[in-house]
């Protein structure tokens, strides 16, 4: 079907989440070492694109900034620079998080070269200005769709990617910000419409973003579109989400199409995963959505 090559690029930041209690971090920037330890490169056929490594995560806080706002924006440009570096080799870069915030990178990378649409499997990361935000991991599709401070315009534009351009699938419903997000263009597809046809959402959002004005589109995604009851390893576990075989469907169809152009994986978070259950079970799914990537 395809000639590019997966390339695994693992981006380990907890730079964008909460502290998870007093003198701890945020577990997930252990996630691309379990994908790995689990063979996920080898089942791929991947190349191995390396690591960006994080800055130092700093928890303390000011109510009315981002947490690790600088630290945030010189790895964003660290990681589109790696990103670019696989798109302009025609692979496809597979990049494994971390927190959400590692999406502004990606943004950032695909703003450079064209005009690129967005499927966020995830909740709805439009969080912002409110005085007790404060975690670019909560604001992360606001901010790559030109909402937010210093981090949704690192190039000095913005947006990175337009919001009609940005599709939601499996939000939960009733999200407070919801709203908010559709008044801004953005679409969303709920998660009891994927439920009840993961293919026809898949082929929904397909439709918004297979035109000539993109030059392809990237598909993130986060575990805790997966329901809390299935998957508690993740920052913040809510019920009502996807199965994982939900999930499978969504993103093999994705992949199917020529215009995709790369992958992200976040928010797994090994720390709260003791046997790596989660782990297994997330790796198991990446492989069988890739199940028909190569001829």
Same mark, same amino acid.
Request: glycine residues 10%; contains cysteine.
């Given at each position: ?9 693992? $981006? ?48 303390? @806080? ?33 990049? =494994? ?24 499997? +995830? ?18 599709? $606001? ?11 690192? #190039? ?21 910000? $919801? ?10 597809? #709920? ?17 918004? =973003?297979?035109? $000539?004005?993109?030059?392809?589109? @990237? ?9 809390? &009851? ?7 576990? &809510? ?31 090994? #720390?709260? +995963? ?18 028909? @990537?190569?001829?």
């Amino acid at each position: 079907m395809t000639t590019r090559n997966p390339a695994l690029l693992d $981006a380990p930041s907890n730079l964008g989440l909460r502290p998870p209690e007093p003198g701890a971090v945020p577990g997930c920037y252990k996630a691309p070492g379990v994908f790995r330890d689990l063979g996920l490169l080898s089942r791929l056929g991947a190349i191995d694109a390396g690591v960006v490594t994080p800055p130092r995560y700093l928890p303390d @806080w000011t109510p009315g900034t981002v947490r690790n706002e600088a630290a945030i924006a010189a790895y964003s440009r660290q990681v589109a620079d790696r990103v670019t570096a696989i798109l302009e080799r025609d692979d496809l870069p597979v990049v =494994l998080g971390g927190d959400c915030s590692i999406v502004v990178g990606v943004a950032l990378a695909l703003h450079r070269r064209g005009r690129f649409g967005l499927v966020y499997l +995830d909740g709805l990361d439009y969080r912002h200005d409110g005085p007790d935000v404060g975690a670019a991991g909560g604001e992360s599709l $606001a901010l790559v769709t030109g909402v937010g401070g210093l981090l949704a315009e690192l #190039d000095g534009t913005r947006p990175y990617l337009r919001p009609s351009d940005t599709i939601v699938v499996g939000l939960r419903p009733g999200d407070e910000y $919801a709203g908010e997000a559709a008044a801004a263009g953005l679409h969303l597809i #709920d998660a009891p419409t994927v439920s009840r046809d993961p293919l026809l959402a898949a082929d929904q959002a397909l439709r918004l =973003l297979e035109h $000539a004005e993109l030059d392809g589109f @990237w598909v993130h995604i986060d575990a805790d579109v997966i329901d809390g &009851e299935l998957l508690r390893a993740v920052d913040s576990p &809510e019920p009502d989400g996807l199965t994982f075989d939900e999930l499978v469907t969504v993103v093999r169809r994705l992949l199917a199409s020529p215009q995709v152009v790369g992958v992200d994986v976040t928010i797994y978070d090994p #720390d709260r +995963d003791p046997d790596l259950h989660g782990g297994q079970q997330l790796t198991d799914a990446l492989v069988k959505a890739f199940a028909n @990537w190569r001829a």
